[in-house]
C-alpha cells in the first residue's frame, strides 16, 4: 500500500524520532535494509530511492550497497542525521523560495520573517497578503492582483511539472517492481488531480 504523503516538517519530526530510537541501540550496530526502513519509518523502496538520488547521502550516511545475495548495511543514526541534513537543507530552499513568491505578490507589503516558514506558515502569509491588498483597494492603494495570480499559476505549475517525473526520480535505474511502479504512478495521478483542483478554486477566487 502507498504511504501517505507528508510535509517537510513532519518529515523531519519523524528523522528526529528516529535518531532518538537509533542512539538506543548497542553502540557499532549495524542494521539491514529492511529494520533501517522501519527505524525510519519508511518503506524499503522509500529508502533506497532516497539513497539512490539524494546527492551525497550514500557517503555521508556510509551506506555499504548490497546486490546477488549480500545485504544492504546501515550505521543508523549516521543514516539518520544524514537524511535529517538533506531535508532541512530541503526545508530552507522551500522557504526561500516561498519568501520570494510572496514578495513579489505582495508587493513588498508585508516583509516575511527570517527564520523558516512551514507550509502553514507561508500559506497564511500569503492570506494575510492579500487581505492587505484588498484594504489598500478600499482605500483606493493600487493593488496588483493579477501580478499575484501569475505568480500562483507558475507556482501551481512548477508543482505539477514535478510531479509528473517522480516516479523515475525516485527509481532512475528501474529497480522497483512493475508493481511497485504501478503504484507509485498511481498515488502521483490522484495527487495531480488533487492539486490542479485546489489550484483551480485558489485561482477562481481572484
Known amino acids: 500500500m502507498a504511504q501517505a504523503k507528508i510535509s517537510i516538517d513532519q518529515r523531519i519530526e519523524r528523522?528526529?524520532?528516529?535518531?532518538?530510537?537509533?542512539?538506543?541501540?548497542?553502540?557499532?550496530?549495524?542494521?539491514?535494509?529492511?529494520?533501517?526502513?522501519?527505524?525510519?519509518?519508511?518503506?524499503?523502496?522509500?529508502?533506497?530511492?532516497?539513497?539512490?538520488?539524494?546527492?551525497?547521502?550514500?557517503?555521508?550516511?556510509?551506506?555499504?550497497?548490497?546486490s546477488h545475495g549480500i545485504p544492504w548495511i546501515f550505521k543508523p543514526l549516521k543514516t539518520c542525521n544524514a537524511l535529517t541534513k538533506h531535508f532541512k537543507q530541503v526545508q530552507r530552499e522551500e522557504s526561500d523560495r516561498a519568501k520570494k513568491?510572496?514578495?513579489?505578490?505582495?508587493?513588498?507589503?508585508?516583509?516575511?520573517?527570517?527564520?523558516?516558514?512551514?507550509?502553514?506558515?507561508?500559506?497564511?502569509?500569503?492570506?494575510?497578503?492579500?487581505?492587505?491588498?484588498?484594504?489598500q483597494e478600499r482605500q483606493g492603494k493600487l493593488a496588483n492582483a493579477e501580478a499575484i495570480k501569475a505568480i500562483l499559476q507558475h507556482v501551481f505549475g512548477e508543482m505539477q511539472a514535478a510531479?509528473?517525473?517522480?516516479?523515475?526520480?525516485?527509481?532512475?535505474?528501474?529497480?522497483?517492481?512493475?508493481?511497485?511502479?504501478?503504484i507509485v504512478d498511481e498515488v502521483v495521478r490522484e495527487l495531480m488531480t488533487e492539486q490542479e483542483r485546489a489550484a483551480h478554486e485558489a485561482l477562481s477566487s481572484f
Request: glycine residues 8%; without cysteine.
Open 163 to 182: 510531479g509528473i517525473n517522480t516516479a523515475q526520480r525516485l527509481d532512475p535505474n528501474g529497480a522497483w517492481s512493475a508493481e511497485t511502479r504501478a
Open 101 to 135: 513568491q510572496i514578495k513579489v505578490a505582495a508587493g513588498a507589503t508585508i516583509e516575511p520573517p527570517r527564520e523558516a516558514m512551514s507550509l502553514r506558515d507561508m500559506r497564511d502569509l500569503l492570506v494575510l497578503n492579500r487581505e492587505v491588498t484588498d484594504e
Open 15 to 66: 528523522l528526529r524520532q528516529a535518531a532518538d530510537r537509533a542512539r538506543a541501540l548497542k553502540r557499532g550496530t549495524t542494521l539491514t535494509a529492511k529494520p533501517m526502513a522501519e527505524l525510519l519509518g519508511v518503506s524499503w523502496d522509500v529508502l533506497r530511492g532516497w539513497v539512490n538520488t539524494i546527492d551525497g547521502l550514500e557517503e555521508a550516511a556510509q551506506v555499504q550497497r548490497g
